[in-house]
Structure formats: C-alpha cells, structure tokens
C-alpha cells in the first residue's frame, strides 16, 4: 500500500457516545501511517457540533477524509472545506438541505428492539442502559457495552431537530457503508439515503456500531476513500 502520511483522516461520533467509540478503527489507521483524529461533538445543535468539527479541521493540514457514525453523518456534510476530500458513511444520516435529523431517523419504520427515545426536562435525550445491548450495539462484547453505558454523551433534542444546510456530499465523494443488522437505523432508511447521495455503498451483516463490533469493515471503507483521495 502507498504512503498516506499527507493525508488525516477525521471521525465523528454519534449520539450516546464520544471519541472513545473510535478506538479500534484509531488504531487500525495509526499502523497504516495515517494521522487519525477523533473531533469531540458537544451533541448540544448541529451548528455547535459543525462548529466543533471545524475546530478539529483547523488542527490537521494537506488532505482530510471525513467519517461518521450515525447522527455524525449529518455533522460531516457540513464541512464545504476544500481540503476535505471525501466522506463516509458508518450506518450515518444523510439528510439533505433542509431537513433534520429527526425527518431521515423517522423515515421508516422502526426496529421492535429501538429504544423508545424522549428528552428529558432540559431537552437531552439519553439512551436507556438495556438498549445499548438490545439495539445500540447487538453484537458488542459484555465489556464493550458496560464501556459504552459509562461514557455515554445524551444528545440535545436541537441537534436533531434544526434544518440542515446544503450537504458537502452534493459536491464531494462518499462512500457508505449499510449495516443490515441496524436496529437504530432502518437499514431501508440507509438504502435510501446512500442511493440520494450517490455514495460507493456496501451492504454488510453488521449492527448499529459496527466501529466498535467490526472495526476491520470500517477501516477498509475508509481506507477505500483514502486511496482515492
């Protein structure tokens, strides 16, 4: 494999979790001689997270392959930064220019298993602790799922609520990777959503959070942006 030392690789978080969910992809990345940074998403509006990740985008230099896990898709299509070359899709919402989140989460019918999912008195959304076994993340390890109830990070209802802007994915090159054991995600929403935005797809047996389940599938999709870029 060529040299990819010029080139960063940027992973976004999704709800109920944080940069920590990233770890095994980190890894796989840094023997590949890939700097790889995990932006910290305050999960508190879409501006605020967008503003986050360009944050981090201020930190890197020459070359940017953006990734994202779940409600992070919609945090990496806002980032119209020459410099990003490619996005990817890890089970992620894609909404298009004027939607929210909620409106592509709420597409399709919902898995038995999904948590029913409300905000508490101060508009956060938590994820209840069972659901991180039942639907969160199906296929975890006892160790994994205990690890993700500790760090856990609620989502703001106004992350999932506000129009989204025009999409860097009508201008730039996505990759998606469709996980059809999703019981957060309707895998038919993801169908949807990669077809719309013209993403190289693959379709795998994987849940919800398949950066932490099978870290290998997504580190080949993102290395697949990578060499294009």
């Known amino acids: 494999m060529k040299s990819f030392d010029n080139i960063t690789v940027v ?22 001689g890939l700097r790889t940074l995990a932006a910290p998403l305050p999960l508190s509006s879409l501006a605020e997270d967008a503003a986050a990740l360009r944050r981090t985008l201020a930190r890197t230099a020459g070359p940017v392959i953006l990734a994202g896990h779940a409600y992070a898709g919609a945090v990496i ?12 899709y890890i089970a992620a919402l894609a909404p298009a220019e004027g939607e929210s ?16 999912l409300a905000p508490d008195e101060d508009g956060w959304i938590w ?5 991180f076994a039942k639907a969160f ?26 129009p989204a802007p025009e999409p860097a994915w009508r201008h730039k090159p996505s990759w998606f ?12 929403t993801q169908h949807f959503m990669a077809e719309r935005i013209r993403a190289q797809s693959q379709v ?19 290395l697949k942006a990578v060499q294009a870029a």
């Open 11 to 32: 992973l976004a978080h999704g709800a109920w979790a944080d940069g920590s969910s990233w770890r095994e992809v980190i890894g796989a990345l840094t023997e590949k």
């Open 101 to 116: 989140v909620a409106d592509v989460f709420y597409r399709d019918k919902a898995h038995p298993m999904a948590p029913q």
């Open 77 to 88: 299509a806002t980032a119209n930064d020459e410099r990003v070359r490619g996005l990817v």
């Open 127 to 131: 994820m209840p602790d069972e659901s």
């Open 204 to 222: 795998l047996p994987v849940d919800h959070t398949p950066l932490l389940t099978a870290p290998k599938t997504v580190v080949d999709m993102i």
């Open 177 to 188: 990777l469709i996980a059809e054991e999703d019981r957060m995600i309707n895998p038919k």
């Open 137 to 162: 993340a199906q296929n975890a390890t006892a160790d994994q799922i205990r690890l993700a109830q500790a760090v856990q990070r609620p989502i703001s209802v106004k992350c999932i609520q506000a």
